[in-house]
């Protein structure tokens, strides 16, 4: 064989070699991104692996240091940055998970708590309410026991005579109409028994019927039984009567004074001082209110009795004082008018202006039509601020009885004197009788301002005016 040249050896030799580093690069290449990929691999799975045992690994081996640790982390895949981070975290995220779980456990405990708390509160309340209601309960019974003793010991006694003792008589006047009640309390009030309202029990508990209206004397010595019986014999507790006092409808007290002192013992003089007796006067106002206030307040009155003795028949007994005719009186007279309490309220009026009124109508009219025309006069007349221009005054005023009033008489100096003095007076110039009454209460309509009355039959003729009145003056008086 023929030797080469170096030249052309090296320059093959050249080529070769970087043929062959050519090779040697691409092969290191290859087994270093082999490398690589098993390395990728490797920490891919080692991360899992970290995932999967980061939950498990005691926290101690990260923190703890030395060659040991060394050695450990030298063996274990590099971390990752979630591995670092996981691996930094402090222990208190476990101790706070820890404490979440003991509070959540805490609060079924805390309320349970307060609703113990509240129950025992209600357990305390029911308590006290329960002791309220027993005191309550046992005072009602203590009271209800002191009631019921003092009603049955109350009733006990009204069932018994008044004053068993007593041998006084009281006359009673029973009205006709009046129901076992009003005749209970008018026992009552007049002292005869102790309670109207057992009474009227006892009544209906004994099935006692047939009360007779009439003029009575009992005695408070007498038991219920005893006083019913009589009641139903139609007034004969008043057999026994020692007269009979019969006063007329339209009579005054001075008129009274002789029908007293004629048909009893009693002198006229006594009978007069007492109806100017003031003590007696507020003694019979305190037992019939109603019935005398307004005559209490009346000012320039002869007495003030006079219109309120009721015209009425009344059984006298010796053994009865001269109170206890004129009360038996007064008590009549309240006893008519508590029908028309009210009535004489709703006008506006009072019982002194209503009676006054009456006792002038009793006089002036005779029939029921006439009487309620007159007092529609008389107020017409107030109402315009006219005097009432009745003789029934001038004669109260003069205190005389006459047939005939003549014009010098028409000046009388005295507050009844109703020709010089306008309204209704001082007060009652009589005693009238209920129909009178009933007129002032329900007169009749009418424009008339004045009236006269033909002497010879008594009939009443009526004017607007007072030409018209001359004329039947004129024509039915003087001629």
Same mark, same amino acid.
């Given at each position: 064989?023929?030797k ?7 320059f093959?030799?050249?080529?070769l070699?970087s043929?062959?580093?050519?090779d040697?690069e691409?092969?290191k290449? !290859? ?5 690589? *990929?098993q390395?990728n +691999?490797?920490s ?5 692996? !970290?995932r ?9 081996t990260?923190r703890s240091s030395?060659a040991?640790?060394?050695? $450990?982390?030298t ?5 990752t940055k979630?591995?670092?981070?996981e691996?930094?975290k ?7 998970r820890?404490?979440n ?6 609060t079924?405990l805390?309320?349970s708590?307060d ?7 209600r357990?305390?309340? %029911?308590?006290?309410v329960s002791?309220?209601?027993?005191v ?11 009631l ?9 006694s009204?069932?018994q005579?008044l004053d068993s *003792? ?6 009673v006047e029973i009205?006709?109409g ?5 005749? &209970? ?8 028994? #102790?309670s109207?309202?057992?009474?009227? /029990?006892y009544?209906?508990?004994n099935n006692?019927?047939? =009360?007779?209206?009439?003029? /009575?004397?009992f005695?408070?010595?007498m038991?219920l039984?005893?006083?019913?019986k009589s009641l139903?014999g *139609? ?7 020692d ?6 409808e339209g009579? !005054?007290?001075?008129?009274i004074g !002789?029908?007293?002192? #004629?048909?009893t #013992?009693?002198k ?12 007696f006067?507020?003694?019979m $106002?305190?037992k019939?209110p ?5 005559a209490?307040?009346?000012k320039g009155?002869? @007495? +003030?009795?006079e ?6 028949? @009344?059984?006298?007994y010796?053994?009865s004082?001269?109170?206890d005719i ?5 008590d009549?007279?309240?006893t008519?008018?508590?029908a028309? @309490?009210d009535?004489?309220k $709703?006008?506006n009026?009072?019982v002194?202006?209503v ?5 002038l109508?009793e006089?002036e009219?005779v ?8 007092a529609?006069? =008389? =107020?017409n007349?107030i109402?315009?601020?006219m005097?009432? $221009?009745?003789?029934?005054s001038i ?6 009885h006459?047939e ?6 028409l ?6 004197n109703?020709?010089?003095n306008?309204? @209704? &007076?001082? &007060?009652? =110039?009589?005693?009238p009788s209920e129909q009178?009454?009933?007129a002032?209460?329900?007169?009749t309509?009418?424009?008339y301002?004045?009236f006269?009355? %033909?002497?010879?039959? &008594?009939k009443?003729y ?10 039947l003056v004129?024509?039915y008086v003087?001629?």
């Amino acid at each position: 064989m023929s030797k080469q040249h170096p030249e052309e050896e090296s320059f093959k030799d050249k080529i070769l070699n970087s043929l062959n580093n050519s090779d040697e690069e691409t092969s290191k290449s !290859d087994r270093s991104s082999t490398r690589q *990929g098993q390395q990728n +691999r490797s920490s891919s799975a080692s991360r899992q692996r !970290d995932r999967l045992n980061v939950s498990q690994e005691p926290v101690g081996t990260r923190r703890s240091s030395g060659a040991k640790s060394k050695a $450990q982390n030298t063996k274990k895949s590099v971390p990752t940055k979630k591995d670092d981070k996981e691996a930094k975290k402090p222990p208190i995220k476990k101790s706070t998970r820890k404490e979440n779980v003991s509070n959540n456990a805490k609060t079924p405990l805390s309320v349970s708590s307060d609703e113990m708390q509240r129950r025992k509160m209600r357990q305390k309340e %029911d308590r006290i309410v329960s002791k309220i209601v027993t005191v309550v309960v046992v005072a009602l019974l203590v009271i209800g026991g002191i009631l019921g003793f003092s009603v049955y010991r109350y009733v006990s006694s009204s069932l018994q005579p008044l004053d068993s *003792g007593s041998k006084k008589t009281i006359a009673v006047e029973i009205p006709s109409g009046s129901s076992n009640k009003q005749i &209970g309390e008018i026992l009552q009030e007049d002292k005869v028994i #102790k309670s109207g309202m057992v009474f009227n /029990y006892y009544t209906k508990f004994n099935n006692l019927t047939g =009360f007779q209206a009439g003029s /009575y004397h009992f005695s408070p010595a007498m038991t219920l039984e005893e006083i019913s019986k009589s009641l139903q014999g *139609g007034g004969a507790g008043t057999a026994g009567a020692d007269a009979k006092l019969t006063i007329p409808e339209g009579v !005054d007290i001075d008129k009274i004074g !002789d029908i007293i002192a #004629k048909d009893t #013992k009693i002198k006229k003089s006594d009978f007069t001082d007492l109806m100017k007796n003031e003590d007696f006067f507020k003694k019979m $106002q305190e037992k019939y209110p109603d019935l005398l206030a307004s005559a209490a307040k009346a000012k320039g009155v002869r @007495y +003030r009795l006079e219109g309120y003795l009721f015209p009425a028949t @009344y059984d006298y007994y010796k053994t009865s004082s001269l109170e206890d005719i004129v009360t038996q009186m007064i008590d009549k007279t309240n006893t008519v008018l508590s029908a028309y @309490y009210d009535t004489i309220k $709703q006008k506006n009026m009072d019982v002194q202006e209503v009676l006054t009124l009456a006792s002038l109508v009793e006089k002036e009219g005779v029939t029921e039509t006439d009487r309620k025309k007159i007092a529609q006069v =008389f =107020f017409n007349r107030i109402a315009a601020g006219m005097p009432l $221009q009745s003789d029934i005054s001038i004669l109260y005023a003069l205190g005389e009885h006459k047939e005939k009033v003549y014009n010098k008489d028409l000046q009388v100096d005295s507050p009844y004197n109703l020709y010089t003095n306008t309204g @209704y &007076g001082p &007060g009652p =110039f009589d005693s009238p009788s209920e129909q009178s009454i009933k007129a002032v209460l329900e007169p009749t309509p009418n424009n008339y301002y004045y009236f006269v009355a %033909d002497i010879k039959t &008594g009939k009443v003729y009526y004017a607007e005016t007072y030409e018209e009145h001359l004329v039947l003056v004129e024509k039915y008086v003087n001629n």
